[in-house]
């Protein structure tokens, strides 16, 4: 036969097994990460401006162009800003704004 303090006392585990169990599993990972989409692209810039120090090199055709430490290749435009080579686009994310601006100049750094 059981007595009260034994009663009580395993009443008293179970709660603190339940208040437990509820502490561990409400400090899981926040649920909206999982809802958020997976971006894999870098961000980088499609349109440069140089800087002092910048080191622009000439291609044989005449034209400059900027090879950033990424890898991608940015071409002098009439403006003196660089663009980034049409073959890299796909390669990262950037905002609507930026990709206008560089559609629109885009054509126009072939000059010298």
């Known amino acids: 036969m059981k007595t009260n303090a034994m009663k009580r006392i395993q009443l008293l585990a179970?709660?603190?097994l339940a208040i437990a169990t509820i502490a561990i599993t409400s400090c899981?990972?926040?649920?909206?990460?999982?809802?958020q989409p997976y971006?894999?692209?870098?961000?980088?810039?499609?349109?440069?401006?140089?800087t002092p120090g910048f080191a622009?090199?000439?291609?044989?055709?005449g034209r400059y162009y900027y090879r950033s430490p990424e890898g991608y290749m940015y071409w002098r435009g009439y403006d003196n800003r660089f663009y980034l080579d049409r073959s890299y686009l796909n390669r990262g994310r950037y905002d609507q704004r930026e990709y206008n601006?560089?559609?629109?100049?885009?054509?126009?750094?072939r000059r010298h």
């Open 14 to 16: 179970l709660i603190t």
């Open 28 to 35: 899981g990972t926040n649920r909206e990460y999982y809802s």
């Open 39 to 50: 971006r894999s692209r870098a961000s980088f810039s499609l349109i440069i401006s140089p």
């Open 56 to 61: 622009m090199h000439r291609y044989p055709d």
């Open 101 to 109: 601006e560089w559609k629109r100049y885009r054509n126009y750094r």
